[in-house]
């Protein structure tokens, strides 16, 4: 009977010991899939797999409304703005407003910023997406920058070419 019991209490051993192992296991198994799923795009939301294709965090990040001035000035001029003359902003000083037009003055619209409240609403939102917040994005005017910020930085453009010109170089 002693042999018996000895055996009996290496088996209880072997199979606490066992349970122990398992537990462990599973512990290290778990921490794994935790630590992957924080960092690997496989277990991201759709939406932060997204955000974080869109952005570079190697680069400065710019958003870019459209400018509704350009437009104003094609409608009230009757000319289209070439990209190159919206770069070298010549377009602003070469523009003839119709006599029709009597309050409003070229100063007025060299010096106008305007966008549209749907371009702002969307640049409200994309601001509020963690990954944009922690890579603190600007916002600059489409009027306002230069070809050194296309090379450089990464622009997110809103608008079409018409309101935006930069879209044309994409």
Do not use: C
């Not at 002693?2 to 209490?9: E, L, P, V």
């Not at 400018?67 to 377009?91: A, H, N």
């Not at 409003?104 to 917040?133: C, F, G, W």
């Not at 890579?135 to 309101?163: C, F, H, M, T, V």
């Amino acid at each position: 009977e002693i042999t018996g019991g000895r055996a009996g209490r290496h088996r209880m051993v072997a199979i606490l010991v066992a349970a122990l192992l398992v537990a462990a296991l599973l512990a290290v198994v778990l921490s794994l899939v935790l630590w992957l799923r924080h960092d690997s795009p496989l277990f991201q939301s759709p939406e932060a797999r997204f955000w974080n294709a869109v952005f570079d965090p190697r680069r400065a990040q710019v958003i870019v409304p459209a400018d509704s001035t350009l437009i104003l000035i094609e409608e009230l001029t009757g000319q289209q703005v070439s990209f190159q003359s919206y770069v070298s902003r010549d377009y602003l000083t070469r523009m003839a407003l119709p006599k029709s037009v009597t309050t409003l003055t070229k100063t007025d619209l060299e010096n106008s910023h305007y966008t549209s409240m749907a371009d702002l609403n969307l640049v409200s939102q994309m601001m509020r997406a963690p990954q944009i917040k922690q890579l603190r994005a600007q916002i600059r005017y489409a009027r306002d920058l230069s070809i050194s910020d296309a090379k450089e930085d990464n622009l997110i453009l809103i608008g079409g070419p018409r309101a935006n010109p930069w879209v044309e170089l994409f």
